[in-house]
């Protein structure tokens, strides 16, 4: 059962523990054989974590406190996320906000504040906290057009907290 979960995507010690107790094996069979796969190699939270956070962040854009939530459900010691979640720095985090508003930014239409909202909005659901993604908008708004400009000078990024 543990290959075969093994098999489809790299799992954490606690995820494969549930997989088996679900199956109701008995808990000293369990310990017993993750113990063996830890032994091995074929289980390694630390890997599993650093993994998670490089591919999430790059692939979806989610910040470290949306990565923090997701590791904290798949039952990653809160250590070991925060020495994965350690690669994802400010800049990178940064930078990947403002590039998923740029993209974002191509297809939403509508008023400045509308748009603002709506981005904002995008940023938090991935994570995001308020002053980075405050800062990410009115930078990518202010590069748009004239009126986008004007709306985005009036708002201070600055007062939003970055955590």
């Known amino acids: 059962m543990c290959l075969r979960q093994l098999a489809v995507r790299p799992r954490t010690r606690v995820e494969l523990a549930k997989a088996l107790a679900k199956r109701e094996i008995s808990d000293e ?16 939270d630390a890997a599993f974590a650093r993994a998670w956070v490089s ?34 720095d400010d800049e990178a985090e940064a930078a990947t906000a403002r590039a998923l508003v740029d993209r974002k930014l191509r297809t939403v239409r509508g008023e400045p504040d509308a748009v603002f909202r709506k981005l904002v909005g995008m940023l938090a659901r991935k994570g995001y906290s308020a002053g980075v993604a405050i800062r990410a908008v009115k930078d990518a708004l202010a590069d748009r057009d004239a009126e986008a400009a004007e709306f985005a000078a009036q708002i201070d990024a600055d007062a939003m907290p970055d955590e």
């Open 55 to 88: 591919t999430r962040h790059q692939g979806r854009g989610l910040a470290r406190r949306a990565l923090a939530n997701e590791l904290r459900q798949r039952g990653v010691d809160a250590e070991v996320a925060g020495a994965a979640l350690e690669s994802v």
């Open 29 to 44: 069979v369990i310990a017993e054989v993750l113990d063996r796969y830890d032994e091995v190699g074929m289980i390694d």
